[in-house]
């Protein structure tokens, strides 16, 4: 129903501030009764993180950051949904206005800054799911004035861990200062350790899964890359939003603003990233394509480069929830079109090709 009714209420969420408006979409969710969505097609299933997805299309951090709609928004046909980010201590966050739409670009800027209501409350509200179905994850960062980052992911995994398929550590949000600097290799081989160790002392069997940011030059990839298969990181997710203005931006008085861009104009750097990110790990190490889908061809594009599963936020934003059904129709006619019996059989394909861009 509420996939039907988006084209008639889009007008009215566009005319309010955009932050009002997500949250507006957070009780309009939390008001629907429960349901289940269709089963899929078992085309459409993944084997990876040694769990059964099943479909590729999942839903980005950043929209249920408090875990306050998991279940309704797997009603809306995801495969898996991604929840937070959180952080240990509640925040606020930066001050608003934090969002905006340049809609004209299908793109989003945001500076949030992880606003967040606190692992204490975010923990309770996943451990009172247990036993529902479906697949959520969890991701997870630092409080903006920490004393000690690294403390402040463990924390958070030993926390969720129990409650989750996969915990993402988030080092790439470009809205908390120095956050993206645990990129680099030894911080970033200290936090995987404490964060792989939190994790097999409180829930063994939950995925540890690394988002990394678009803007990486491709000698720290190599790093990263190295890090993540020493530390036995499960996934890597590419990518994040990106601080980068493209030329081809429209919105220019829109584009001024500081805090990460998402959406179409990050297709392109973030598809590359991933392909590049395959080449170097293969099918050692599965990876999460996001960034700038918002149609079928695109989520098919970043298999090609190297994705097993996908996210995708910023393109609801424009063309609502009955995106995720069109994407998955669209996945299997491709898949009819090429022969292609699995997404399996697709992965990574292009990815020399896509990697040049």
Same mark, same amino acid.
């Given at each position: ?6 084209p ?16 507006l979409?957070l ?12 089963a ?10 040694g ?18 709609v ?31 739409r340049?809609?004209r ?18 923990s309770g509200?996943?451990a ?6 479906g ?10 004035e ?13 926390r ?9 550590v988030n080092?790439?949000?470009p ?12 911080f ?5 350790a404490?964060?792989?160790e +939190?994790?097999? *002392?409180?829930?063994?069997?939950? &995925?540890?899964?690394?988002? !990394?940011?678009?803007?990486? %030059? #491709? ?7 190295a ?24 919105e220019?008085?829109?584009?001024a ?16 990233l ?6 170097r790990?293969?099918e ?11 149609? +079928?061809?695109? *989520?098919?594009?970043?298999?090609? &480069?190297?994705?097993?599963? !996908?996210?995708?936020?910023? %393109? #609801? ?14 996945l ?10 699995n997404?399996?059989?697709?992965v ?5 090709a896509?990697?040049?861009?």
């Amino acid at each position: 129903m509420i996939d039907v009714l988006f084209p008639l209420v889009r007008p009215v969420l566009h005319g309010l501030d955009a932050e009002r408006a997500h949250n507006l979409s957070l009780r309009a969710l939390a008001a629907l009764p429960a349901r289940r969505p269709a089963a899929d097609d078992p085309r459409l299933a993944v084997e990876v993180l040694g769990r059964r997805f099943p479909n590729p299309v999942g839903l980005a951090a950043g929209f249920d950051k408090g875990a306050t709609v998991p279940d309704a928004l797997l009603g809306l046909g995801f495969g898996f949904v991604e929840v937070g980010g959180v952080v240990p201590r509640p925040q606020p966050g930066n001050p608003a206005p934090r969002v905006f739409r340049l809609a004209r670009d299908g793109a989003v800027i945001n500076r949030f800054g992880l606003n967040s209501e606190g692992l204490d409350v975010v923990s309770g509200r996943l451990a009172a799911r247990a036993g529902r179905p479906g697949l959520v994850g969890v991701n997870i960062g630092a409080n903006k004035e920490s004393d000690d980052r690294l403390a402040d992911y463990a924390a958070c995994t030993r926390r969720l861990a129990p409650h989750v398929a996969f915990v993402t550590v988030n080092v790439s949000s470009p809205n908390t200062p120095g956050l993206r600097d645990l990129q680099g290799e030894a911080f970033l081989d200290e936090l995987l350790a404490r964060v792989v160790e +939190a994790r097999d *002392a409180a829930a063994p069997g939950t &995925a540890v899964l690394l988002k !990394i940011a678009p803007d990486i %030059a #491709l000698d720290a990839l190599d790093a990263i890359c190295a890090t993540a298969l020493r530390r036995n990181v499960q996934a890597l997710v590419v990518s994040n939003t990106t601080v980068a203005r493209p030329a081809s931006l429209t919105e220019t008085a829109l584009a001024a603003e500081t805090g990460g861009l998402s959406g179409r104009p990050l297709f392109g750097p973030a598809t590359r990233l991933l392909a590049q990110t395959y080449l170097r790990v293969g099918e050692r190490l599965p990876l999460v394509g996001v960034g700038g889908i918002d149609s +079928a061809e695109a *989520a098919w594009t970043k298999i090609r &480069a190297g994705a097993s599963l !996908i996210q995708l936020y910023s %393109a #609801l934003v424009y063309q609502g929830p009955g995106l995720v059904g069109a994407i998955k129709r669209g996945l299997l006619a491709r898949m009819r079109a090429e022969g292609v019996a699995n997404l399996a059989a697709a992965v990574g394909r292009d990815a020399a090709a896509l990697a040049e861009g």
